[in-house]
Nanobody, 112 residues
Framework: QVQLVESGGGLVQPGGSLRLSCAAS????????MDWYRQAPGKERDMVAR???????FYEDSVKGRFTISIDNAKNTMYLQMNSLKPEDTAVYYC??????WGQGTQVTVSS
């Protein structure tokens, strides 16, 4: 059974950092293109970061220079390191791949 499970969300002050995790079972993450998406209340779910199976990374403009996507092959876990967080980063964050589908999401709230 293929499954993605996110964790690491929470409440953080503006300017703070969080690291989200996406633990995978049933697939080898490094073999696939993997994405992080986010969905804010009342808005569409949008991609914020992608890591291709060749290791290349892509970022949505608003998170470039602040977010970093990576995969730990030994742990078969994908991460999203988020620095210099802003209130507009508040959303539910999801990991995704066309093969594995969607995780359940983890809430990130940036507020003072």
């Amino acid at each position: 059974q293929v499954q993605l499970v996110e964790s690491g969300g929470g409440l953080v002050q503006p300017g703070g950092s969080l690291r989200l995790s996406c633990a995978a079972s049933g697939i080898i993450l490094r073999d696939y293109t993997m994405d992080w998406y986010r969905q804010a209340p009342g808005k569409e779910r949008d991609m914020v970061a992608r890591i291709a199976n060749n290791g290349r990374t892509f970022y949505e403009d608003s998170v470039k220079g602040r977010f970093t996507i990576s995969i730990d092959n030994a742990k078969n876990t994908m991460y999203l390191q988020m620095n210099s967080l802003k209130p507009e980063d508040t959303a539910v964050y999801y990991c995704h791949s066309p093969i594995a589908g969607w995780g359940q999401g983890t809430q990130v709230t940036v507020s003072s």
